[in-house]
């Protein structure tokens, strides 16, 4: 099992960016794939990115391709969201998510078994 908090969040003009940290609990990370997730209110959680266990596949959601880099050290046994360009609509709680042993192809959140509690990122206009 493997606990999650996430930081880094906070008010940002469009145009900014911030970078969230997850930091992971336990001495097996490596050996689970991770993800960001979102979530706007009224709406559903959203895949944003998606690393494998190694850290040398990503996946990305269309609307953040080109802004957002996601990666992890395995040595600090934490994951990252480097979030550039920052828009509005990109205003939302930011959850982090583990799977073991999966691969960073997972997009839903059905494919994540552990979660983070979220912290807010607002883009102000």
């Known amino acids: 099992q493997v606990q999650l908090v996430e930081s880094g969040g906070g008010l940002v003009q469009a145009g900014g960016s911030l970078r969230l940290s997850c930091a992971a609990s336990?001495?097996?990370?490596?050996?689970?794939?991770m993800g960001w997730f979102r979530q706007a209110p009224g709406n559903e959680r959203e895949f944003v990115a998606g690393?494998?266990?190694?850290?040398?596949?990503?996946s990305y959601a269309d609307s953040v391709k080109g802004r957002f880099t996601i990666s992890r050290d395995n040595a600090k046994n934490t994951v990252y969201l480097q979030m550039n360009s920052l828009k509005p609509e990109d205003t939302a709680v930011y959850y982090c998510?583990?799977?073991?042993?999966?691969?960073?192809?997972?997009?839903?959140?059905?494919?994540?078994?552990?979660w983070g509690q979220g912290t807010q990122v607002t883009v102000s206009s």
């Open positions: 690393i494998s266990r190694s850290g040398d596949s990503t």
């Open positions: 998510a583990a799977e073991p042993w999966g691969d960073s192809r997972g997009r839903n959140t059905y494919d994540y078994s552990y």
């Open positions: 336990g001495r097996t990370f490596s050996s689970y794939a």
